[in-house]
């Protein structure tokens, strides 16, 4: 097996990783920075992100406000003490994004133009029209361009951490053009693989979002926090899962259900007027949105599609130029993926999985429990989006906590004075081991256990839970790993470019991931954020779960789950209120 | 649900292993009226043949992973359409002009390389300090890149591309539009360095207005636009370089 040698490997080349290379080529030219990536880092799922990145800068917001928001967006889950880092920093990142040439959109005078996200107090979110995360995605790629000691493995997919002495010390990865193994060593490691949506069938996510990252870690008993926290996202195109922003609904988009009606306002989000108004209404939080969806459902006021139930996001008022100018790409979707124009109709839209609030517990510095190996991104619970991540966070995050985990991570290498250890054993062991799949005659198709699991997570572990089908989700995920275990039948037996290979390996990390998130919702006996519990647990209770969920490896078995504290400072858990009581100091302004 | 009916994909096949040289193979693929190619090849994969090998991500024409030949055009093979046609059959090809790494996944190391010969990042000039400042930009100085910026690399343009078929050196139409963004960009003072690529054979003259890039582009670039400016930018700059020699400026 070849092996290679860098001070520091990055797993991900999406916006945390690209954003944590970046700083570690600044903090220390000197130092070797490997960034692994089973894509081309452009095409990483952070190119999806359409609406925003939050950052306080208009003239009516505060970073209190920032705080505020997050906190009780998050139901209180969130490390307090870490949101205060990451709202300082916020806007400090998106102008560094500016100078490496971010094509922000502008107000007529030149400055930044921000708008309103669910849950915000005040326009916060900078946009390029809508496709930010592409603009961002691309500027960093080519900013990244500029650091001759970053050494891109572009297509290489990463199977294993490799621990020595209690502490990472290489990871193996498998070039995927020819299939062949090599050992990357190195003095840390800094994950930033991105989420694990794909363990639902209904998803906003591209198809690499399958989580194997936290999966890794995991295997090395790193324990996943809050992973019962899964963003439904309200307004995904039915069948395709195809996101459309949340920024449809900050730039004036209503909601309405089969009758024409604005529903929202029987759900505690209204009244209707003064429209529009922060924090109310369509721009209410995405937990709230997405839950009143299942509402509407269940009562049979949803419209029908040939991919299921929908509401109608209605965009017409805005007027083809305003769509034009702020949506044009979610024009461009509907029209592609709906065959529909949302400057004469509506759009149907239901709510499909997003974002994965939990993940590999880190602190602000990106460190996690395992020396050594540092988190960034989707993939780390750094405790900022707690029980409900707000829109535009996760873009902020990518880059707040890429630079830290960078700057940290390049730290501790260039001060690691311990000898390399002797990996090839470890290494040769997780490589025989994944060269066994491609000798399995017997067992069932990737496609078959995938299926499985997406029907289990969406029938057992959805918007709204109860603990008989979450108790089953949990029986038939053990017995789904067991078949997994028993064999994953392969057509392909080749080496090179064995995306069917790669993606079996790749399942048997997200089932762990989906057991993890099913028995931690299973134990959370409360509601809480995007966790809505229906079976007389429907009610948050401070005094026995405001803390965070652990979820520990145990082999083969499922998961032991216990909890631990989260940080309060300045914000006591109170009632979250929005709509009525949630008056803004001054009314939503249309620019 | 939407009607189903059967349409047949007909795919290039190679594995570098084991054939000596590409062959077809025709699947039977049962769609509905929404389905993409790219959906189809998935069908594909997950139930009638494993080894099929192609690359995707997004599945909503963002991430430039999924481009293949259809029925010999370059397009985004998840923004493409089945039912637009059946009920004649379709044939599945990797980009024209790239070497084949597998199946309809090619080698995208040339074109990444281009890319980033074009210094692809802001050059602000040596006295531009904004601080910790955003710099302002009027949206009409937004407009005068944006267009170029949203390119998503999904290389369509290079198979269109008459000249990088018959001589690879060619930088190409993706890669001297982004050249050309940032170029363009009221915040960036790196024109000159930029200007060797131009001139280059292999610049901007290696281009002899087809316009075919512009054609295939899903995201409206318009790469021959962007050379064609250059063209005069670079002859410009020829005249210029008799008037005031380079390093005494
Ligand atoms: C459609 C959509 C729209 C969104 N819009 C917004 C928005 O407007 N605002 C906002 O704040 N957030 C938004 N989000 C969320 C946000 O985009 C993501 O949380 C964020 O982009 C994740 O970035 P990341 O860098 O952590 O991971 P990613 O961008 O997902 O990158 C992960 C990287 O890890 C690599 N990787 C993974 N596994 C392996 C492996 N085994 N081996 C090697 N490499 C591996 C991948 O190749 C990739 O490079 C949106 C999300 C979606 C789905
Ligand atoms: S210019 Fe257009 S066709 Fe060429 S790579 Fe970019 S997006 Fe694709
Ligand atoms: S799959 Fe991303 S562009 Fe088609």
């Not at chain 1, 966070?393 to 260039?414: H, I």
């Not at chain 2, 009638?48 to 024409?61: H, I, V, Y």
Request: glycine share 10%.
């Amino acid at each position: 097996m070849d092996a290679i040698e860098s001070d520091l490997v990055i797993i991900g080349g999406g916006g945390a990783g690209l954003r944590a290379a970046i700083a570690a080529a600044e903090s220390d030219p000197g130092l070797s920075i490997a960034l692994v990536s089973k894509v081309v880092p452009m095409r990483s799922h952070t190119v999806a992100a359409e609406g925003g990145a939050a950052g306080v800068i208009h003239p009516d917001d505060t970073l209190d406000k920032h705080f505020e928001d997050t906190v009780s967006g998050g139901d209180w889950l969130c490390e307090q003490d870490v949101v205060e880092y990451f709202i300082g920093q916020c806007t400090r990142e998106l102008t560094q994004l500016e100078h490496w040439g971010c094509p922000w959109s502008r107000q007529d005078d030149g400055n930044i133009n921000v708008r309103y996200f669910g849950g915000m107090k005040s326009p916060r979110t900078w946009f390029a029209a809508d496709k930010t995360g592409f603009h961002i995605l691309h500027t960093l790629f080519q900013a990244s361009l500029k650091y001759p000691s970053i050494r891109r493995f572009d297509e290489f997919f990463c199977t294993d951490l490799l621990v020595e002495d209690g502490r990472v010390q290489g990871v193996l990865a498998f070039n995927i053009a020819t299939g062949e193994s090599v050992l990357l060593r190195c003095k840390a490691v800094i994950l930033a693989t991105g989420g694990a949506s794909r363990v639902f069938g209904q998803n906003t996510n591209a198809g690499i979002v399958t989580g194997e990252g936290m999966g890794m870690a995991y295997a090395q008993g790193v324990p996943l926090r809050d992973m019962e926290f899964v963003q439904w996202h309200p307004t995904a195109l039915p069948g395709s899962g195809i996101l459309i922003t949340e920024g449809a609904r900050g730039e004036g988009g209503i909601l309405l259900n089969k009758d024409g009606y604005r529903y929202l306002q029987d759900y505690g989000m209204g009244p209707l007027d003064p429209w529009p108004r922060p924090r109310a209404m369509e721009l209410g939080p995405r937990d709230r949105v997405s839950q009143a969806f299942w509402h509407e459902d269940q009562a049979g006021r949803t419209v029908n599609t040939p991919n299921g139930s929908a509401v109608h996001l209605d965009l017409r008022h805005l007027g083809e130029k305003k769509i034009m100018e702020r949506l044009p790409m979610i024009r461009e979707l509907a029209l592609t993926f709906a065959a529909t124009d949302p400057v004469d109709s509506p759009i149907p839209v239901r709510p499909a999985v997003h974002y994965t609030m939990g993940g590999v517990p880190c602190d602000a510095n990106g460190a996690t429990p395992l020396q050594g190996l540092f988190a960034a991104g989707e993939c780390a619970s750094v405790g900022i989006h707690g029980a409900n991540r707000l829109g535009s966070n996760s873009l902020a995050e990518l880059l707040v906590f890429g630079r830290a985990a960078g700057e940290s991570a390049a730290r501790l290498a260039r001060e690691s004075t311990t000898a390399p250890a002797n990996l090839e054993a470890q290494a040769n062991e997780a490589e025989a081991r994944h060269l066994k799949m491609l000798d399995t005659t017997e067992g069932e198709r990737v496609a078959a256990i995938r299926a499985e699991m997406h029907d289990i997570m969406e029938s057992g572990v959805g918007i709204v839970r109860d603990a008989e089908r979450m108790g089953q989700a949990c029986e038939r995920l053990s017995a789904l790993r067991e078949r997994y275990r028993r064999g994953v039948k392969l057509d392909d037996r080749g080496r090179c470019f064995n995306t069917e290979w790669l993606t079996a390996i790749e399942l048997g990390h997200t089932l762990q991931v989906a057991e993890a998130m099913a028995h931690s919702a299973l134990a959370r006996k409360e509601s809480r954020g995007a966790h809505l519990r229906q079976d007389g647990f429907d009610k948050r209770d401070d005094e026995n779960f405001l803390c965070h969920s652990m979820a520990w490896h145990q082999g083969d078995g499922p998961p032991r789950i216990d909890h631990a504290p989260v940080t309060i400072t300045r914000s006591s858990p109170r009632e979250r209120i929005y709509g009525r009581d949630s008056q803004p100091e001054q009314p939503a302004r249309e620019e | 649900m939407s009607q189903t009916r059967t349409i047949v994909i007909e795919c290039l096949r190679f594995h570098p292993e084991t054939d000596e040289a590409p062959y077809y193979q025709s699947y039977e693929v049962p769609f509905t009226e929404e389905m993409s190619v790219l959906e189809g090849l998935q069908y594909i994969k997950d139930h009638l043949d494993g080894t099929l090998t192609f690359r995707w991500s997004c599945r909503m024409a963002i991430c430039g992973s999924c481009g293949c030949m259809v029925n010999d055009e370059p397009v985004l093979s998840c923004q493409t359409f089945l039912r637009d046609y059946h009920p004649a059959r379709i044939r599945v090809e990797p980009l024209a002009h790239f070497p084949i790494l597998r199946d309809l996944a090619i080698d995208q190391t040339d074109f990444l390389a281009k890319l980033e010969s074009v210094h692809p990042y802001l050059i602000p000039s040596t006295g531009d300090d904004p601080g910790d400042q955003p710099r302002h930009q009027t949206p009409d100085q937004v407009q005068d890149y944006l267009g170029y910026a949203q390119c998503i690399n999904c290389l369509l343009c290079y198979a269109a591309c008459p000249q990088y078929g018959l001589n690879d050196a060619f930088t190409g139409p993706a890669a001297l539009a982004l050249l050309h963004r940032y170029n363009a960009d009221s915040r960036d003072a790196g024109k000159d360095q930029r200007m060797e690529v131009i001139n280059a054979e292999e610049g901007v003259w290696g281009c002899t207005l087809v316009g075919e890039c512009s054609e295939v582009c899903p995201k409206h670039v318009d790469p021959a636009r962007a050379i064609n400016q250059n063209k005069i930018a670079s002859t410009q700059d020829y005249f210029l370089r008799f008037l005031k020699p380079r390093g005494r400026r």
